[in-house]
């Protein structure tokens, strides 16, 4: 997830990042993907959000890391030997 002033909201940073992932092996949440553009307009000058997609776009997102999250503790739990 990532915000920016420009329209694209971290699209770049987001797929560099991506790539860092793969070399590192690590597992990513691919999808929803949250990027936040035009972000100086979407929260108000205490920097509380205030636009409600951007704030669907991120409730689905940490749905979407707790469902991604409990998938792998049960993938370990089946790799470990009793």
């Known amino acids: 997830m990532g915000a920016s002033f420009a329209a694209q909201?971290?699209?770049r940073a987001q797929c560099h990042?991506?790539?860092v992932f793969v070399y590192l092996d690590m597992?990513?949440?691919n999808k929803p993907e949250v990027m936040i553009g035009d972000a100086a307009h979407r929260f108000d000058s205490?920097?509380?959000l205030t636009d409600?997609?951007?704030?669907?776009y991120i409730r689905d997102l940490l749905e979407g890391l707790v469902a991604w999250a409990r998938r792998l503790e049960?993938?370990?739990?089946q790799q470990v030997p009793n």
């Open 9 to 11: 909201g971290t699209a």
């Open 27 to 29: 597992f990513a949440l």
């Open 46 to 48: 205490q920097g509380n």
């Open 74 to 77: 049960q993938g370990s739990r």
């Open 17 to 19: 990042l991506r790539q």
């Open 52 to 56: 409600e997609n951007t704030r669907k």
